[in-house]
């Protein structure tokens, strides 16, 4: 498939932000760069990208962070099957309101993410604010770039 | 006006899949959410029970291993800058110092030969195993978990190299941690400063066991379970004890920072700053020693020791 020569590309760029060293103290706010790719993805191409492809690039994330294997599968696919649910009206809301949509989406994946985690193993870690407000905060950014990407390529 | 602009081209392109979607895909959109849903709560609990899910995660590794190796790039172009770009007077000063360092310790390794060679001579007279050389092999970090609240390390040697999970983690200075996880080209490492992590030590001046736990801070250990009439001073150095067969004996772990007495608590207070620079090493040591690697080995012969 044509589609997905530009959209494993960006994914690799989305991986790479997420594994960059930065300042300690900007790791606390570091945007979910995987999921908000796969938000932007699932937005604009709903018929190619979906619930498999979170799947898919969850289960590499989780390799990546070294988590137990699923457990972002699980997550980055119900946010994917969200964003389906509602792709059609996230198109129409302004940069604003797709950042607070944005906002509220990753916090939830963070958070299906975080009691999963607490099932399995009694423990996690409990940073969910600060990461999806990151995210809220450098979609409109993302979104264009990703936008601009994806029509200078054509796909 | 403007907004509409903007999503125009998305109106025109997405007007198909939308009437499509009413009427076929929302269906298998459904199904294939369920389908994901099983196959990750199943993926999950497998790799919680079952060992064999550790080949999965190392076949998954040979696609995120690009990813790590330039996401390392910035790190190594900055060493690499530093590296290129030093003076001849501060070569030839760091070149007198390690010559003069070199010496110094090809003098120590002398005597240590003989050392040794009387230790095993005693340890046989008392029937204790022979003490063997633990063999090394240098590896680069690359990479630095980005997570605040874990203190994980990637370096650039993994199933390939003969990276086994359990191993452990030295620099020049002490033990760093242990191999967590292992990809085909790249491994992850948990350090002695995490708070999921503990170490058997015992205390040189006097062979005193404890546990060192990790604090999540990067410049302190937490020894636990330390007895308030235990002797136990600042300074004191604290090395592996080897019990509990993951880290090989003898190893510095840190340096004992602080001994305090509460009342109120059935323990002393005790903390030790890492010997390792567990927040600067560049280059870590991988340890391969028999202890580490064959647990079985040592509740068998549990009689001789």
């Known amino acids: ?155 | 006006m403007r907004i509409a602009q903007r999503h125009k081209i998305n109106f025109n392109k997405s007007k198909e899949p939308i009437i499509k979607g009413i009427f076929s895909s929302g269906q298998s959109n459904n199904s294939r959410m369920v389908m994901a849903l099983i196959l990750s709560i199943g993926l999950m609990l497998a790799d919680k029970y079952f060992e064999p899910m550790q080949h999965v995660r190392s076949t998954l590794g040979y696609l995120i291993t690009p990813v790590q190796w330039v996401a390392g790039v910035p790190g190594q172009l900055g060493v690499w800058a530093e590296s290129s770009a030093v003076s001849r007077a501060s070569l030839q000063e760091e070149n007198d110092r390690l010559r003069n360092e070199s010496l110094v310790l090809k003098q120590k390794v002398q005597q240590m030969v003989s050392l040794r060679a009387e230790n095993n001579r005693l340890r046989e007279l008392l029937n204790a195993s022979e003490l063997l050389d633990d063999k090394v092999q240098v590896a680069e970090l690359i990479g630095v978990d980005p997570d605040p609240y874990t203190h994980h390390i990637i370096i650039n040697k993994g199933e390939q190299h003969g990276v086994f999970v359990g191993q452990p983690i030295l620099d020049a200075q002490g033990l760093m941690g242990q191999v967590i996880e292992v990809l085909p080209y790249t491994a992850r490492v948990l350090l002695l400063a995490d708070s999921n992590h503990a170490i058997p030590v015992l205390v040189n001046r006097n062979g005193i066991r404890a546990i060192a736990v990790g604090s999540g801070r990067l410049d302190e250990l937490a020894l636990i379970y330390v007895p308030d009439t235990a002797d136990i001073q600042e300074g004191d150095l604290l090395v592996s004890s080897g019990l509990g067969s993951r880290y090989p004996r003898g190893y510095p772990v840190g340096t004992i920072t602080k001994v305090a007495h509460d009342p109120g608590e059935p323990f002393a207070i005790v903390s030790a700053k890492p010997q390792a620079q567990l927040d600067r090493s560049r280059y870590v040591l991988l340890v391969f020693s028999r202890e580490s690697k064959l647990p079985e080995v040592v509740t068998k012969e549990g009689g001789d020791l």
């Open chain 1, 1 to 155: 498939m044509r589609a997905y020569a530009v959209i494993l590309p960006t994914f690799f760029l989305a991986f790479l932000l997420a594994s960059i060293q930065m300042p300690r103290l900007l790791d606390y706010i570091r945007p979910e760069w995987v999921a908000m790719t796969l938000a932007f993805w699932v937005l604009v191409r709903p018929e190619v990208a979906g619930v498999f492809l979170g799947f898919t690039m969850g289960l590499l994330l989780d390799v990546l962070h070294g988590s137990v294997l699923g457990l972002n599968a699980l997550s980055l696919s119900i946010m994917a099957f969200l964003v389906i649910l509602l792709h059609s009206r996230l198109r129409l809301y302004n940069p604003l309101q797709q950042s607070f949509i944005v906002f509220v989406l990753v916090g939830l994946y963070l958070l299906v993410r975080y009691w999963a985690e607490s099932l399995l193993f009694g423990q996690a870690k409990a940073a969910l604010l600060w990461p999806s407000v990151g995210s809220a905060l450098i979609w409109p950014l993302w979104y264009n770039l990703l936008l601009f990407i994806r029509q200078y390529f054509r796909d």
